[in-house]
Nanobody, 126 residues
Framework: QVQLVESGGGLVQAGGSLRLSCAAS????????MGWFRQAPGKEREFVAA????????SYTDSVKGRFTISRDNAKNTVYLQMNSLKPEDTAVYYC???????????????????WGQGTQVTVSS
């Protein structure tokens, strides 16, 4: 099991940027692929981005391609989500999640990730 703590959320105007961080502890961080998900009020939790254990493979949902970048630093046990050109529809609670997976096949559904952080709120005003 790995413990995850997100940070970096906040209130930003449309067009602005935020960088989310997710610090991991517990089991060896490099054993895990990592994902970011988000959940808006009244909606289901949805996939945003994922990165392989080595950082060499990434995946994004279509709505954030070209605006968001996922990265990781295995020496710091941290995964990041750089969010640029933010839109009001990006408003949600953002969660990081860990998938015990050392392949380069990135998973995009919530049920395939076993460990979750508590979430960080991102609010984008118009």
């Amino acid at each position: 099991q790995v413990q995850l703590v997100e940070s970096g959320g906040g209130l930003v105007q449309a067009g602005g940027s935020l960088r989310l961080s997710c610090a991991a502890s517990g089991r060896t961080f490099s054993f895990y692929a990592m994902g970011w998900f988000r959940q808006a009020p009244g909606k289901e939790r949805e996939f945003v981005a994922a990165i392989s254990w080595s950082g060499s493979s990434t995946s994004y949902t279509d709505s954030v391609k070209g605006r968001f970048t996922i990265s990781r630093d295995n020496a710091k046990n941290t995964v990041y989500l750089q969010m640029n050109s933010l839109k009001p529809e990006d408003t949600a609670v953002y969660y990081c999640a860990a998938d015990l997976n050392r392949t380069f096949i990135l998973r995009t559904t919530t049920g395939e990730y076993k460990d979750w952080g508590q979430g960080t709120q991102v609010t984008v005003s118009s």
